[in-house]
């Protein structure tokens, strides 16, 4: 049984006060939601990890980083090692997430080398995939999808691949209002699955976990995680609301 996972994405949003009140407010709610087997994640910018890592400390709320460099250390300036954010507490990282696919301009084998690191650094990479909307219209779906998963997850064993979340974030879908319908989200997961099963074994498939993203909040969170091979949610705006977000963490199952 895959645990149903549900992360927010806070995205270039809060500040130093916002970020700890957000937190916190999860962190005293989400106990009762993760003492239901409901695991969770919040995902700041870089700048509050440190004090989110220490504010969270003591609840089951893990924390994540939206992106990460390749290097160990070294003259990349502006740049955050894997090191460093183990240092600070981070248990995972978004890997090629779509606005870093599409509005920085990372490509496949940037994001590959992102997986790596982060796998090598100790932290657990949640690897975002997804197709724009053109490509969908052009039923180019799984072979984007199929891409980005193949060249993602390029030169690693099961046994590292074992410690990656997937998450399948349409690109269309994403901040836009416009969320895949629940047997969107299904045919794409299960797509996803199968493809794993091809790469690795059924095993590794059957227990990887696969997140959906765009537009989720508490009004489809239910329908979307009821399917059977959605095993949790990537949110972004409404991560940004302790009510909404606490809302989506008690409608998994
Ligand atoms: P929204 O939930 O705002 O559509 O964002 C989804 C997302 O990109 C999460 O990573």
């Known amino acids: 049984?895959?645990?149903?996972?549900?992360?927010?994405?806070?995205?270039?949003?809060?500040?130093?006060?916002?970020?700890?009140?957000?937190?916190?407010?999860?962190?005293?709610?989400?106990?009762?939601?993760?003492?239901?087997?409901?695991?969770?994640?919040?995902?700041?910018?870089?700048?509050?990890?440190?004090?989110?890592?220490?504010?969270?400390?003591?609840?089951?709320?893990?924390v994540?980083?939206?992106?990460?460099?390749?290097?160990?250390?070294?003259?990349?300036?502006?740049?955050?090692?894997p090191s460093m954010l183990k240092d600070v507490g981070c248990i995972y990282a978004l890997c090629g997430h779509s606005e870093r696919r599409h509005v920085i301009g990372e490509t496949d084998e940037l994001v590959n080398k992102k997986v790596t690191a982060a796998l090598g650094g100790g932290l657990l990479p949640i690897l975002c995939v997804g197709e724009l909307l053109a490509e969908r219209d052009a039923s180019q779906t799984e072979q984007v999808v199929s891409r980005q998963i193949k060249?993602?997850?390029?030169?690693?064993?099961?046994?590292?691949?074992?410690?990656?979340?997937?998450?399948?974030?349409p690109v269309w879908a994403i901040g836009t209002g416009r969320?895949?319908?629940?047997?969107?989200?299904?045919?794409?997961?299960?797509f996803v699955r199968k493809l794993l099963a091809e790469m690795y074994d059924d095993q590794l498939a059957e227990e990887i976990r696969i997140l959906y993203g765009g537009s989720a909040k508490p009004g489809n969170a239910a329908d979307l995680m009821s399917q059977d091979d959605v095993d949790g949610l990537l949110v972004g705006g409404a991560s940004l609301s302790a009510d909404d977000f606490l809302a989506i963490i008690r409608s998994a199952k």
């Open 64 to 81: 994540g980083a939206q992106d990460l460099y390749y290097e160990l250390e070294g003259a990349f300036t502006g740049e955050i090692s």
């Open 1 to 62: 049984m895959r645990k149903p996972f549900v992360v927010g994405n806070w995205k270039m949003n809060t500040d130093s006060h916002t970020s700890i009140d957000l937190a916190k407010r999860i962190a005293s709610e989400s106990s009762e939601a993760a003492g239901h087997g409901v695991a969770v994640a919040v995902c700041p910018p870089f700048v509050y990890l440190q004090s989110l890592t220490k504010a969270l400390s003591a609840s089951g709320v893990a």
């Open 151 to 169: 060249s993602g997850l390029a030169g690693l064993s099961a046994e590292k691949v074992s410690a990656v979340t997937m998450a399948y974030e």
């Open 179 to 190: 969320t895949a319908t629940p047997q969107q989200a299904q045919e794409v997961h299960s």
